[in-house]
């Protein structure tokens, strides 16, 4: 059991989330930096798929009724234990009424708590994780408060030996200017050739209105071209008949504000999406906050199926400095 002493700001059970259920209007939810998500359960000896928290700026406070191991990966926001600082990303052995808690935000925004055998909660549609706008899913559809008491599961493996150090290479920074790789599409037609060259050019700056939902970008208008209103859409330039929303596809409502939309958002809508987020760069939106800048890059599929495979190597690394490290080698 795990006593929730203080929730943090928005600290959430999720996986690797709800998939299969897109086309029914059910967004995925789940970790919004999977890297950080999988190699979390990877030192404590889960599953990749086990359930962890994911804490946004502030972390909880934790307090474990039971011995086990944790880990905490993803941004800088730097976790104790018995308000004795310790490192991310190594696994770390508690006794039974030790106290997990966080420091201010350092870098980053988001991090991963694993604990061995994941967190126990009901499986909704597939997944663990939380969807708090529909209220289902994680612990009780909603994110952790003072007194919550969490169940853990039965540790699949041992987990990996608190010796273990992860290579430079294998854990990221995050600084506050992103480059963010994207492919054009699906309605990138709609644009003017001038706003599509604008769009890259810009260094767009995160607002406040970024959460799991989306990310609202602040910057300069851009054009659309001019057209017949078609049948069933709206009358706003921007708009289009209704269509499906590529998770981490980006609408310009009014050519005004570019809002990306991410694991929490709705599936689709009467707004023309330029362009989309590359699926190993949506890890990177997990950890990006308000204020920061984002630059985004063009790329095509082949180079965003090659970016993919470099990550996949990047936790077969982990995988195999964590079997190296466990037998001694």
């Given at each position: 059991m795990i006593n929730?002493?203080?929730?943090?700001?928005?600290?959430?059970?999720?996986?690797?989330?709800?998939?299969?259920?897109?086309s029914f209007g059910m967004p995925p939810s789940g970790a919004m930096d999977k890297y950080s998500f999988i190699?979390?359960?990877?030192?404590?000896?889960?599953?990749?798929?086990?359930?962890?928290?994911?804490?946004?700026?502030?972390?909880p406070t934790l307090e474990f009724d039971c011995e086990t191991t944790i880990a905490v990966t993803g941004g800088e926001i730097p976790p104790k234990l018995n308000g004795e600082p310790f490192g991310l990303w190594k696994p770390v052995h508690v006794e039974k009424g030790d106290v997990l808690?966080?420091?201010?935000?350092?870098?980053?925004?988001?991090?991963?708590?694993?604990?061995?055998?994941?967190?126990?909660?009901?499986?909704?549609?597939?997944?663990?994780?939380?969807?708090?706008?529909?209220?289902?899913?994680g612990f009780e559809g909603r994110a952790l408060q003072?007194?919550?008491?969490?169940?853990?599961?039965?540790?699949?493996?041992?987990?990996?030996?608190?010796?273990?150090?992860?290579?430079e290479e294998l854990i990221p920074k995050y600084g506050?200017?992103?480059?963010?790789?994207v492919i054009m599409g699906l309605c990138s037609y709609r644009l003017t050739e001038e706003s599509k060259k604008k769009f890259f050019d810009i260094e767009w700056t995160v607002t406040p209105d970024a959460n799991r939902v989306g990310y609202r970008f602040k910057g300069e208008p851009l054009e659309f071209v001019e057209r017949e209103q078609p049948f069933g859409a709206g009358s706003d330039p921007s708009n289009v008949t209704d269509l499906g929303y590529p998770i981490g596809s980006i609408q310009i409502p009014a050519g005004i504000e570019p809002i990306a939309l991410l694991n929490d958002?709705?599936?689709?809508?009467?707004?023309?999406?330029?362009?989309?987020?590359i699926s190993i760069d949506l890890f990177k939106m997990g950890q990006i906050k308000s204020n920061d800048k984002?630059?985004?890059?063009?790329?095509?599929?082949?180079?965003?199926?090659?970016?993919?495979?470099?990550?996949?190597?990047?936790?077969?690394?982990?995988?195999?400095?964590?079997k190296t490290v466990s037998i001694g080698g």
């Open positions: 929730v002493k203080e929730p943090g700001l928005m600290t959430t059970v999720q996986d690797n989330g709800r998939n299969g259920y897109y190699v979390a359960n990877l030192l404590v000896g889960n599953d990749e798929n086990a359930a962890v928290l994911e804490a946004t700026y502030l972390g808690s966080f420091d201010f935000v350092k870098s980053g925004t988001r991090v991963y708590i694993a604990v061995a055998g994941g967190i126990d909660v009901p499986i909704k549609m597939g997944s663990r994780s939380t969807y708090t706008l529909c209220g289902i899913g003072k007194g919550d008491v969490l169940k853990t599961g039965e540790a699949s493996n041992p987990p990996a030996s608190t010796e273990i150090t992860l290579s506050n200017r992103h480059e963010i790789r958002a709705v599936t689709g809508g009467g707004y023309a999406t330029i362009a989309t987020i984002v630059k985004f890059i063009e790329v095509s599929l082949d180079e965003a199926i090659e970016a993919r495979k470099e990550l996949n190597a990047k936790l077969d690394q982990v995988k195999e400095t964590i």
